[in-house]
């Protein structure tokens, strides 16, 4: 399967679908270093998922001195709760909510804000809510990994949304609502608006771009938009990838953070060579070899290991059960 870029006909990338990655971008020609390759708006933009309260409008840290006259949220003032997204979409279906005593430590409704705005797209935009539902669905990955956090959802996000704003009236689902929150868990992006406050947002076409720690293109956002730049030529048909991590962060903790936040182990060429094409990052210099040795890290292939584990645990388990049975 492949699809054109729904932004720009003339791209210079289709969106393809692998067996073993999934949906990708592919360069349909050769893309030039520095040439941009994509400008995409984001599908929806919130405050962050473990945040203190701030203005659903700029995203600043708010005082508390001045609330939403309809949902009681604190914002800035009148012109940032009378302006949208706020007025527009959660403020339209939220009820009263009760007066914050503490502005100064996270508060759990905030969660909901940011799902809330992304399954909104179903009505306000279609297209961008058909573009968001091809991506994959991490919650059974993600309750495996942190059960936890995946429960507080359920009553912070899930629970509030279906049944104390009453969503579940106008037609939305639990498995919208589950998506939505995963979709933000693993695709959005941290964002600083042009009045300095900080959130995340998410953009569909860029969330389909594979990682690797060797990557041929970076990305910057800039007025809202994010923008996709090619680091050095992208022949016709290759992948165009970026990076989820940190290129100084060494093998072990960047294969670690891949597994726990995208559920994949990452078998780049940098991360397939000992001496990381020859960066030596995730190596310990010996300090009694004469030239200068380095002692090199064995790989870490974290899913594989677990996958190992639970078969070691799950056949520890029924062997336990057979001598119970035979006792």
């Known amino acids: 399967m492949a699809l054109q870029s729904s932004s720009d006909a003339c791209s210079p990338f289709r969106i393809e679908e ?17 040439e941009l390759i994509l400008s995409e708006e ?7 998922h473990n945040t203190a309260p701030c203005c659903l409008t700029c995203l600043k840290p708010v005082t508390g001195d001045y609330c939403c006259p309809s949902c009681n949220f604190p914002m800035c003032g009148s012109a940032c709760s009378s302006a949208p997204p706020h007025a527009h979409q959660e403020c339209s279906v939220f009820p009263r909510f009760p007066t914050l005593q503490d502005c100064s430590v996270p508060q759990p409704q905030y969660q909901c804000i940011a799902p809330l705005r992304l399954l909104f797209n ?17 919650t059974e990955d993600r309750k495996e990994y942190n059960p936890l956090e995946i429960e507080n959802e359920q009553r912070c996000i ?7 704003v009453r969503l579940k009236e106008l037609g939305y689902t639990a498995e919208e609502v589950n998506k939505c929150t995963s979709l933000l868990s693993t695709h959005a992006v941290r964002m600083t608006l042009s009045e300095g406050g900080e959130g995340r947002g998410i953009f569909p076409t860029f969330a389909f771009m594979s990682h690797s720690c060797d990557p041929n293109a970076r990305h910057v956002i800039k007025d809202g938009k994010i923008h996709v730049i090619a680091q050095r030529v992208i022949k016709a048909g290759q992948e165009v990838t970026i990076t989820y ?12 953070k891949l597994a726990a936040l995208w559920f994949f182990t990452c078998t780049c060429r940098r991360c397939m060579d000992p001496t990381e ?4 990052i ?3 210099a010996c300090p009694a070899c004469p030239d200068e040795g380095f002692l090199l890290p064995g790989h870490v292939h974290v899913e594989k290991e677990r996958e190992e584990d639970d078969k ?13 049975e035979e006792s």
Do not use: N
Request: proline residues 6%.
């Open 122 to 138: 179903k009505e306000l935009k279609p297209e961008v809510w058909k573009q968001l539902m091809l991506h994959r669905d991490h």
């Open 277 to 280: 094409l020859g960066s030596y």
């Open 282 to 284: 995730s190596c310990v």
């Open 245 to 256: 991590t940190s290129l100084l962060t060494s093998l072990p903790r960047r294969q670690d």
């Open 18 to 34: 692998s067996p073993s990655i999934g949906r990708c971008l592919v360069a349909t020609r050769d893309i030039q270093p520095l």
């Open 42 to 48: 984001a599908a929806a933009v919130g405050p962050r």
């Open 312 to 324: 070691k645990r799950e056949a520890e388990q029924q062997k336990m059960m057979e001598e119970s």
């Open 158 to 164: 899930v629970g509030l949304l279906l049944e104390f």
